[in-house]
C-alpha cells in the first residue's frame, strides 16, 4: 500500500507545482465528457484514453526532470536548459498526438 501512498503524495506535488497539469487533467475530463455524449465506440474509446493517459504521464515525467535538474544545479546551464527543454517538447508531441487523436475521432460525430 505504500507505493499507492507515494504515488498520490507525488499527484499532490504535481497539482501543486505545475498548474498545465491540472489544465490537462480538465481537457482530458472534459474529453470523457464528449466521448460519453456522443457515445463513442469501444475501440475509439481506448484511443481516447491512451492519448489522455499519455500526455499526463508525459507531463508528470516532464515535471520529475525539472526538479532533477534543479536539485543538481541552480546555477544557469545550457546541459540544464537542453534537458528541460527537451522534456517539455515531449508533451507537446504527445499533446499534438492527443489533439489529432481527438480530432480524428470526435469530428465525424460532429459533422
Not at 7 to 24: C, E, I
Not at 68 to 77: E, G, N, P
Request: aromatic share 12%; net charge positive.
Amino acid at each position: 500500500m505504500n507505493r499507492f501512498k507515494y504515488a498520490f503524495q507525488g499527484m499532490v506535488v504535481l497539482l501543486n507545482k505545475d498548474k498545465k497539469f491540472l489544465l490537462h487533467l480538465i481537457i482530458g475530463l472534459i474529453v470523457i465528457v464528449c466521448g460519453m455524449v456522443f457515445n463513442i465506440t469501444k475501440i475509439e474509446w481506448l484511443f481516447i484514453l491512451l492519448a489522455i493517459g499519455l500526455v499526463l504521464a508525459f507531463e508528470a515525467i516532464n515535471t520529475a526532470v525539472e526538479f532533477v535538474v534543479d536539485l543538481v544545479t541552480t546555477d544557469f546551464h545550457i546541459l540544464a536548459k537542453k534537458a528541460k527543454d527537451i522534456a517539455a517538447f515531449s508533451v507537446v508531441i504527445s499533446s499534438i498526438i492527443a489533439v489529432l487523436i481527438g480530432l480524428m475521432i470526435f469530428l465525424p460525430y460532429v459533422f
